[in-house]
């Protein structure tokens, strides 16, 4: 089967513009989860979608940060504006409801802010 | 909230070495376990997990973990370490409670196998 699917896969911008992320999850999988992993550090979960319902978003910086999973298939994380500290990999993980906990995770995006 | 310490961040070992990467979590609820592995260049994949029963689990590999309830603790160990294990390894822990929990992640061990 086809793993999760991420694109781009390297993307530099500037301070204060926008960038966004896409993602393809595994065929069937319903719930979908971004997260974002900052250099040297494990992965911190942002948004967690089951279908496209919101199941947990207490860590997205909403200020900045913005997801949608709207036909709950595939989905995009947008940041705007961005700033220096949000240099990081964001990955986007697919899983079955009923097993949350066993995820499948893409490549990941590597983004740098100038 | 639940947290997870790796103490270990980096580890070099030589080839045919015995391994044991160190996990310990915090979170007062019953809690699933899991290592991830990410090889060089590769994503993230599940390398064992526990939910629940005979504590010493076995995964891929080779590898097992030990979950020691009294020290919170799910170490990964490998009695032998190839130049192929070469790679990132992050314990992550799940509180056990309905399809909403989500996975926190330690920071990683980034082990690196000499020939």
């Known amino acids: 089967e086809a793993g999760v699917a991420q694109s781009p896969r390297y993307k530099i911008i500037e301070k204060r513009q926008s960038v966004a992320f896409w993602c393809n999850p595994i065929?069937?999988?319903?719930?979908l989860y971004w997260y974002q992993q900052i250099l040297g550090q494990g992965p911190k979960l942002l948004i967690q979608?089951?279908?496209?319902?919101?199941?947990?978003d207490s860590q997205l910086p909403k200020d900045r940060f913005s997801a949608e999973r709207l036909k709950g298939v595939d989905s995009t994380l947008k940041i705007q504006p961005a700033k220096l500290e949000d240099s990081a990999v964001y990955l986007c993980?697919?899983?079955?409801?009923?097993?949350?906990?066993?995820?499948?995770f893409g490549p990941g995006t590597r983004l740098t802010v100038t | 909230a639940q947290s997870v310490s790796q103490h270990n961040h980096h580890v070099i070992l030589s080839e045919a070495a015995s391994l044991e990467l160190g996990c310990n979590y915090s979170?007062?609820?019953?809690?699933?376990l899991f290592w991830y592995v990410q090889y060089p260049g590769q994503h993230l994949q599940l390398l064992l997990k526990?939910?629940?029963?005979?504590?010493l689990v076995k995964g891929i590999k080779g590898f097992e973990a030990e979950f020691i309830k009294s020290k919170f603790s799910f170490n990964l160990r490998k009695p032998s370490v190839q130049w192929s294990d070469t790679a990132e390894y992050f314990c992550?822990?799940?509180?056990?409670?309905?399809?909403?929990?989500?996975?926190?992640f330690g920071t990683g061990t980034r082990l690196q196998v000499t020939l």
């Open positions: 065929s069937g999988h319903a719930t």
């Open positions: 993980a697919s899983s079955l409801v009923r097993t949350v906990y066993e995820q499948y």
């Open positions: 992550a822990v799940n509180a056990a409670t309905g399809t909403a929990s989500k996975l926190t």
């Open positions: 979608f089951q279908n496209n319902g919101v199941v947990d």
């Open positions: 526990y939910f629940s029963g005979d504590p």
């Open positions: 979170y007062g609820g019953t809690v699933n």
